[in-house]
C-alpha cells in the first residue's frame, strides 16, 4: 500500500515554500511534484501558455496562505451596479483599513473624477486600475498577480510596476502569472529583475539562479476584525447593492401575489384554512426560487474569492449579512402582499396579524436554510432542481408550525407555542449554519 503525500504550503518569514504532489483542476492533472521557495524581497515570475495551469496555481497557493495574501484575478470582485467609491469603501471595510484612504487611492490610480460612477461605465483598463487601488490597499506579505497585464495601458503598467516595486523592497513576496512580457511595467529605470519560472508539460522548473533575498519581516497571521465590525461592514455592502437593485422587491412581491391571486380566482369563494396555506406556499415557493441567486454574482467576480483569500472579514459573517439582507428584502416584499391576501379572502384582522408574524418568523427561520442550498446549488453547476427537491422536506416543519401558528387563534388555541417553535427553528439555524456556510464556501473557491 503506497504512501499518501499531502500538500504542503507555508509561509515563513523567508518566503513561501510550497510542496505540491498533485494539482488538478476540474479533476484534470495539471503538474505533479512541483515544489519551490518563492523567496521574500523578489518577484516571481510564473511563464507558461495557456491552459497549462498557472491560474489553478496560483489559486491553490492562495488556498493555503488564507488571510495572508491578495489574489488579483480579473473580475477583480467588481459588481457593475455599484459605484468606484462604493466598491472602495466596502474593499477597505473588509480589510480592516479606514475609509478615509478611498480619495487618495483613487488620485492615485486616475479615477478620482470617477468616484461617484458606476462601475459598468468604466472600460475594462479603468476596472484593472480599480483593482490596482484595492491591492495597495491590502497590507498583505503574499501578492499573487493573475494576468494582471491584460487591458492596462503604458500608465497602467507603469502604475502595477511600482505597486510591485514598492511591495518588493518591503519584504513582500509577488508571484506573478503571466505568458507575456512584464519589462514594460518597470520601464527604462528602477527595473526588479525577476526570478522566472516556466511551467510546462506539468512541471514548474527554474528560479535556481535566485539571488539571496531581501531582509524580510517575519509574517503574521492576519487578525480578525471584532465580529461587530466585521458583520457590519458586510451588511453596508449589501444595503448598497440592494439600493441598486430594488427590482429584487418587486419581482418577489409580483409572483407572490400573483399565485395568491390565481388560486382565489380558482376557488371563488372565502376558505380560511385554504387562504392560510396558498399564502403560505406561495411565500416558501417566492423565496426558494429566488435563493439560488444569491451568492452567485459575488462567485462569479471573485468577490467571494477575496473575502476569502485576502480580508479580514471572513466569509462566515459575510454569508450572515447576506442571510440577514435576505430576511429584509423578503419581508418587505410579501409582508404588503399578505395584506392584500387578507382583503382578498376576507380574512379577520386577528388572523392578519398573526399570519403576518407567523410568516416574518417563518422566513426568519428559513433564510439560513436557503442559504446553505443555494451554496450547494452553486456546488452542483446546474442541478438546482435536485437540490429544491431535496430541501423542501427540510422547509417542512416551517410550513406546520407557521400554518399552526396562523390559524391557532380562529381554532380557540393559543397561537404563542407554535411561533415559539418557530423561533427556536430560527435560531438555531443561524447557530448551526454559519460554519457550515463557510466549508461550503471554501469548497466552491476550490
Not at 500538500?7 to 515544489?35: C, K, N, T, Y
Not at 477597505?92 to 473624477?113: F, K, R
Not at 382565489?264 to 376558505?271: I, M
Not at 387562504?275 to 416558501?284: G, P, Q, Y
Request: proline fraction near 4%.
Amino acid at each position: 500500500m503506497g504512501v499518501v503525500v499531502s500538500s504542503r504550503i507555508d509561509l515563513q518569514s523567508d518566503g513561501l515554500h510550497f510542496d505540491l504532489p498533485e494539482l488538478q483542476a476540474g479533476g484534470v492533472l495539471l503538474g505533479r511534484d512541483l515544489r519551490a521557495t518563492l523567496s521574500a524581497g523578489q518577484l516571481h515570475w510564473v511563464r507558461g501558455g495557456n491552459g497549462v495551469g498557472k491560474s489553478t496555481l496560483l489559486r491553490t497557493l492562495a488556498g493555503g496562505v488564507c488571510g495572508q495574501c491578495h489574489l488579483l484575478k480579473f473580475p477583480f470582485g467588481l459588481r457593475l451596479e455599484m459605484t468606484v467609491a462604493q466598491h472602495m469603501n466596502a474593499s477597505l471595510a473588509a480589510l480592516g483599513q479606514s475609509s478615509a484612504l478611498v480619495e487618495a487611492l483613487l488620485q492615485q490610480v486616475g479615477l478620482l473624477d470617477w468616484a461617484e460612477e458606476r462601475i459598468q461605465t468604466l472600460s475594462s483598463g479603468q476596472q484593472a486600475r480599480l483593482a490596482l487601488a484595492v491591492l495597495s490597499a491590502a497590507d498583505k506579505k503574499v501578492w499573487l498577480l493573475d494576468e494582471p497585464l491584460n487591458a492596462l495601458d503604458q500608465d497602467g503598467l507603469q502604475m502595477l510596476g511600482a505597486l510591485v516595486s514598492d511591495h518588493v523592497r518591503r519584504g513582500g513576496v509577488v508571484v506573478l502569472a503571466s505568458h507575456q512580457s512584464i519589462g514594460e511595467m518597470f520601464g527604462k529605470t528602477g527595473a526588479i529583475e525577476p526570478v522566472v519560472w516556466m511551467f510546462e508539460k506539468g512541471r514548474l522548473n527554474g528560479g535556481e539562479a535566485t539571488a539571496a533575498a531581501s531582509p524580510a519581516e517575519s509574517s503574521r497571521p492576519a487578525q480578525a476584525m471584532s465580529f461587530r465590525l466585521a458583520l457590519l461592514s458586510c451588511w453596508r455592502r449589501e444595503w448598497l447593492l440592494l439600493k441598486a437593485n430594488p427590482q429584487q422587491l418587486g419581482w418577489m412581491a409580483l409572483f407572490h401575489w400573483m399565485v395568491i391571486s390565481f388560486f382565489g380566482l380558482a376557488v371563488l369563494k372565502s376558505d380560511s384554512p385554504f387562504a392560510l396555506a396558498v399564502v403560505w406556499v406561495s411565500a416558501i415557493l417566492a423565496v426558494l426560487l429566488t435563493a439560488k441567486d444569491w451568492f452567485s454574482e459575488d462567485h462569479r467576480t471573485g468577490w467571494l474569492s477575496f473575502l476569502q483569500h485576502t480580508s479580514a472579514v471572513g466569509t462566515d459573517k459575510y454569508w450572515l449579512a447576506r442571510c440577514a439582507s435576505g430576511v429584509v428584502t423578503q419581508s418587505a416584499s410579501t409582508m404588503p402582499v399578505v395584506l392584500m391576501a387578507g382583503l382578498q379572502f376576507a380574512l379577520p384582522v386577528g388572523q392578519v396579524f398573526w399570519l403576518e408574524l407567523a410568516l416574518l418568523c417563518g422566513i426568519f427561520a428559513m433564510t439560513p436554510l436557503l442559504g446553505l442550498v443555494s451554496l450547494m446549488v452553486m456546488m452542483t453547476r446546474g442541478g438546482a432542481i435536485l437540490v429544491y427537491l431535496l430541501a423542501l422536506p427540510v422547509l417542512v416543519p416551517v410550513l406546520i408550525f407557521g400554518l399552526e401558528c396562523s390559524q391557532a387563534a380562529a381554532l380557540g388555541r393559543s397561537p404563542w407555542a407554535a411561533f415559539a417553535v418557530l423561533l427556536c427553528l430560527a435560531g438555531l439555524s443561524f447557530m448551526v449554519a454559519p460554519p457550515v456556510a463557510r466549508r461550503l464556501i471554501a469548497m466552491i473557491q476550490e
